[in-house]
């Protein structure tokens, strides 16, 4: 069965500091793309990096990066130089690319970043 | 108007009430997705259009009835709810690719008295 699990309800981080949020999925399909995103307390969801199965190398959006352990099953977040705005909800998502248009959500990280 | 809309962001209903949630994108995406959040649960995928023809439906109670006349707009209609419907209702759209993000909407605070 495909799941997506994030063990940490909540973190906290000093402003300026990196921080790692923990994502391990769950799948036997061959392909599947692995998204993170962000819902600041206005509740929208918004998009913040990217990884495909079969790409070779860590994606990274700025100060986002996603360290892609494939035989680990694990696609963790990391945020460099944090800042008070990344107060918020952290979603790991997954999508099987075999056709099917489902995501797969975890319970989501609470991450606060304290001045 | 860019992005997905949600409208109204905020309802209040009773369990004999019948309301309706709407989604909007002028996107030209493909795909359209009701998701459900409640607190310290994942989200719950609900339903899931792709050229306005319903592809997945994940179990839903009937008292959620999705509608999409066509691919920039979605609804959905709800009618005679329970006080554990109360959740965070997010729409969102897909352009089509496979390694494409989903572009969500602000979601509508739904509160069943």
């Known amino acids: 069965a495909q799941k997506i699990t994030q063990t940490q309800p909540g973190m906290f981080v000093q402003e300026k500091e990196a921080v790692t949020l923990d994502c391990t999925y769950d799948?036997?399909?061959?392909?599947?793309?692995l998204f993170w995103y962000k819902q600041p307390s206005s509740g929208e969801m918004i998009f913040l990096i990217y990884?495909?199965?079969?790409?070779?190398q860590n994606a990274t959006e700025g100060r986002y990066s996603l360290n892609f352990q494939k035989a680990r099953k694990s696609a963790n977040l990391v945020i460099s130089a944090s800042q008070l705005g990344d107060s918020a909800m952290y979603f790991c998502?997954?999508?099987?690319?075999?056709?099917?248009?489902?995501?797969?959500f975890g319970t989501g990280t609470r991450l606060k970043v304290l001045a | 108007e860019t992005g997905v809309t949600q409208t109204p962001r905020h309802l209040v209903m009773g369990m004999t009430n019948k309301k309706s949630l709407k989604c909007e994108q002028h996107l030209g995406h493909n795909a359209m997705y009701w998701y459900k959040q409640s607190a310290k649960k994942p989200l719950e995928l609900m339903f899931v259009y792709n050229f306005k023809e319903q592809t997945e439906n994940n179990s839903v109670p009937s008292r959620f009835s999705p509608e999409c006349p066509n691919s920039s707009h979605l609804f959905l209609h709800l009618h005679t709810l329970q006080p554990e419907d109360s959740a965070l209702y997010l729409c969102?759209?897909?352009?089509?690719?496979?390694?494409?993000?989903?572009?969500f909407g602000p979601g509508t605070r739904l509160t069943v008295l």
């Open positions: 998502a997954m999508r099987l690319t075999s056709g099917t248009y489902k995501y797969i």
């Open positions: 799948t036997s399909d061959p392909s599947y793309g």
């Open positions: 990884q495909g199965s079969y790409d070779q």
């Open positions: 969102a759209s897909l352009p089509g690719g496979s390694t494409d993000t989903q572009y």
